[in-house]
C-alpha cells in the first residue's frame, strides 16, 4: 500500500499539495481527477522523487518502507512505474539497450521490497541457473532481441524500432506502446498512468485500454488520471479521488464519476 499521511510539497515557493491524505491499496484501481492546472502530475512526479518538488512535510509509506528515503532508482525497482503525461524523448540512449536494462535491473537485483508479501520475485525464464543463484548475469542483447520479439509482434510495434533512440520522433501512440511494453517487461506493483489517454485516435485508446485490462490484475495498482470517462468501460475502478484546491475535494465510488459526469465538476 502506498500510504500518504499530511502531506505538504513546494514548488518554486508555490505551495502545490496541502495537508494531503489518500492510500492506494494493492488489488484496487483508481482514479484522479480535476481540472486542469490542479495537482495531479505534480503528485506523480513527487512520488517518483522528481527533486523539483519540495517536500515540506507529511509521511509518505510505501509498503514498509518510508518512500521518502528511497531513491528514484529504488523506488522504480520498487515497482513504481509512471506513464509520464509528456513522454520525454531521450537521445543516445536506444530503445533495445534501455529495455534491455530496465529488464535486467528488474529481474536480477530483487527490489528493496519483495513485491508481493511473503513472496519470491519471479524468477527470470532468461535467466541462467548461475545468475538466479546470486550471480545476477544480465540477458545479453543476442538473446533479448530474441525475447522481446513476441511483445513487439504482440503490440505491433516494427522490430527495427529498436535501434531508435529512446522515443525520439516517436508518435504519440508509439510512444504509449513502448511504455506499455514497459510494463509488461517489469510487471510494476503500482502503476501511475498520467493521462495515457489523451491525444490517442479512437482505435489507438481501445487498444491501450485493453491493454491496461490485460495488465490489471490482483497483484497491482492502476492509479489513473484522467479527464476522460472512456476508461471506466474497460478497466474496474475501485475508487475515485476528486483533487481540488491542492487537497482532496472528494473521494467515492463509481456514483461520484456519475454525479461529475451529470453535473460538471462545479457542483461539486
Ligand atoms: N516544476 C514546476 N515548476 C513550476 N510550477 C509547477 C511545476 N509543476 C507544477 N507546477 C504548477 O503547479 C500547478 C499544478 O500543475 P500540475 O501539472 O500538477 O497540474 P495537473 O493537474 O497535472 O494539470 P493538467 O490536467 O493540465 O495536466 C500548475 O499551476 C503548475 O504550473
Ligand atoms: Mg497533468
Request: glycine share 4%; net charge negative; aromatic share 14%.
Amino acid at each position: 500500500m502506498i500510504k500518504i499521511k499530511n502531506l505538504k510539497v513546494k514548488v518554486l515557493d508555490k505551495q502545490i499539495l496541502n495537508w494531503v491524505s489518500l492510500d492506494f491499496e494493492v488489488w484496487k484501481n483508481y482514479l484522479l481527477l480535476w481540472r486542469n492546472g490542479s495537482w495531479k502530475s505534480s503528485l506523480s512526479s513527487f512520488l517518483m522523487g522528481n527533486p523539483v518538488y519540495e517536500y515540506e512535510s507529511g509521511e509518505v509509506s510505501l509498503e514498509w518502507n518510508d518512500l521518502l528515503e528511497l531513491s528514484p532508482e529504488e523506488r522504480s525497482k520498487s515497482w513504481l512505474f509512471l506513464s509520464f503525461q509528456n513522454v520525454p524523448e531521450i537521445a543516445w540512449i536506444k530503445l533495445s539497450e534501455y529495455l534491455r536494462t530496465i529488464y535486467n535491473i528488474s529481474v536480477t537485483k530483487p527490489p528493496l521490497i519483495p513485491p508481493f508479501k511473503g513472496g519470491e520475485q519471479e524468477k527470470s525464464p532468461l535467466l541462467s541457473e548461475e545468475g538466479q543463484g546470486g550471480g545476477f548475469k544480465w540477458v545479453s542483447p543476442f538473446i533479448f532481441k530474441r525475447f522481446i520479439k513476441k511483445h513487439l509482434t504482440e503490440l505491433n510495434i516494427p522490430e527495427k524500432f529498436l535501434d531508435r533512440d529512446l522515443n525520439v520522433w516517436f508518435s504519440w501512440w508509439e510512444k504509449r506502446k513502448i511504455e506499455i511494453l514497459q510494463m509488461k517487461l517489469i510487471w510494476p506493483k503500482y502503476i501511475i498512468l498520467d493521462e495515457i489517454d489523451s491525444w490517442l485516435d479512437l482505435d489507438a485508446f481501445k487498444t491501450i485500454a485493453n491493454l491496461l485490462k490485460e495488465l490489471s490484475s490482483e497483484n497491482n495498482t492502476i492509479i489513473i488520471i484522467t479527464h476522460h470517462f472512456k476508461i471506466l468501460e474497460y478497466l474496474n475502478v475501485d475508487k475515485i479521488y476528486v483533487m481540488k484546491d491542492w487537497n482532496i475535494a472528494r473521494e467515492g465510488w463509481l456514483e461520484l464519476a456519475d454525479e461529475i459526469i451529470k453535473n460538471g465538476f462545479e457542483k461539486l
